[in-house]
């Protein structure tokens, strides 16, 4: 079945840190991906997403991710992080063989000013 | 821009009872989702609906989960008998396509089982 990783569950750093947050999927077919974030008492918004071309995907507030397909990862990262990106971070993928969303665990950013 | 709204934000009820989650997606969306998030565990797709029809769910949307379009904007869950391990963050999503497309989501619903 298909599974989503996310390895950090907690991330603490300080303002201007850089930050790098692991996603892995299970499936050995197509996929699109996704990072969500949530910020405190807010819902889920799209970072980015990647479904086809360039694997070093841009998205916003100064966030990207890079699908490397032969380690079925799609790790997200920012070269410095601010204390307004403290929040959940969820990786997400759906697959050719269907429209559900597989999410991860989620991490949880802390950023200390 | 337009959002997915949901209501309400935090329901409380008694085990076996029935509750109605609802949604509106954005408007000129024609995919449905419903996904829930127990406490500290990751995010979980339930039901997938279009064309008025459940397209895909989950082992977890069983008999005593349903869904519905009552009208031309709002899109509902109902739990026909809570049960306690029901308690849950419950969300709402929608798009306009299939897989390729951004699913969208609501800020959604608290339901807490007693």
């Known amino acids: 079945a298909q599974s989503v990783s996310q390895h950090n569950h907690h991330v603490i750093l300080s303002e201007a840190a850089s930050l790098e947050l692991g996603c892995n999927y299970s499936?050995?077919?197509?996929?699109?991906l996704f990072w969500y974030v949530q910020y405190p008492g807010q819902h889920l918004q799209l970072l980015l997403k990647y479904f086809s071309g360039d694997p070093l995907v841009k998205g916003i507030k100064g966030f990207e991710a890079e699908f490397i397909k032969s380690k079925f990862s799609f790790n997200l990262r920012k070269p410095s992080v601010q204390w307004s990106d403290t929040a959940e971070y969820f990786c997400?993928?759906?697959?050719?063989?269907?429209?559900?969303?597989?999410f991860g665990t989620g991490t949880s950013l802390t950023v200390i000013p | 821009e337009p959002e997915v709204t949901q209501t309400p934000s935090h329901q409380v009820t008694q085990m076996g009872q029935e509750v109605i989650l609802r949604c509106v997606p954005i408007s000129n969306h024609l995919y449905f989702y419903w996904y829930r998030q127990i406490l500290g565990q990751k995010v979980e797709f339930l039901v997938s609906?279009?064309?008025?029809?459940?397209?895909?769910k989950s082992e977890i949307f069983d008999d005593q989960f349903s869904v519905e379009r009552p009208d031309g904007s709002n899109f509902t869950l109902k739990i026909r008998s809570t049960k306690l391990e029901d308690s849950a963050m419950y969300f709402c999503a929608s798009s306009d396509g299939q897989n390729t497309d951004t699913q969208y989501f609501g800020p959604g619903t608290r339901l807490t089982v007693l």
């Open positions: 499936y050995g077919g197509t996929v699109n």
């Open positions: 997400a993928v759906t697959t050719n063989t269907g429209n559900q969303f597989y």
């Open positions: 609906f279009y064309n008025n029809e459940i397209s895909e």
